[in-house]
């Protein structure tokens, strides 16, 4: 029952029911290749995740990069040479167009040894230095003998 109030005006009210237009949450679990060796051509990665929406970006350590996305739980991505010519691990994420961002993956970037010099020594001789040479190698490098 309603009343209306002596003098009172009714105004009219619109009333809006909106339904729910949350992003999904992007969550990446694989990548393929997982590795490469350094000094290697252009890479084309298949990343595998859910809630991959169309548009989303890769950002490979801090630079963006072009995706292709395939459907909701794939997308790939070339990553130019430049960015894997230093062994190391590199992170990746996928950035939505509303600027929603998944978690974070790995990539490992492996040096790739072409020689070493000398090639042989004598068992029993004293140390000797030994001189790796190959691609991909950062002052993080190690080589075990």
Do not use: Y
Request: net charge neutral; hydrophobic share 40%.
């Amino acid at each position: 029952m309603s009343r209306r109030l002596k003098g009172a005006r009714c105004l009219p009210v619109i009333l809006l029911i909106c339904a729910s237009n949350a992003a999904a949450i992007t969550n990446l679990h694989s990548c393929n290749p997982s590795s490469a060796s350094a000094g290697g051509p252009d890479l084309v990665l298949t990343i595998g995740g859910t809630g991959i929406v169309a548009g989303a970006t890769v950002i490979w350590d801090s630079t963006p990069l072009s995706t292709t996305v395939v459907d909701a739980t794939t997308v790939t991505v070339t990553v130019p040479a430049a960015l894997t010519k230093l062994s190391g691990k590199n992170t990746f994420l996928l950035r939505n167009p509303d600027t929603s961002t998944s978690n974070t993956l790995e990539f490992d970037v492996q040096p790739v040894l072409t020689s070493i010099n000398p090639t042989f020594a004598l068992a029993g001789s004293s140390s000797l230095p030994i001189t790796a040479i190959g691609i991909g190698f950062t002052t993080a490098s190690g080589l075990s003998l």
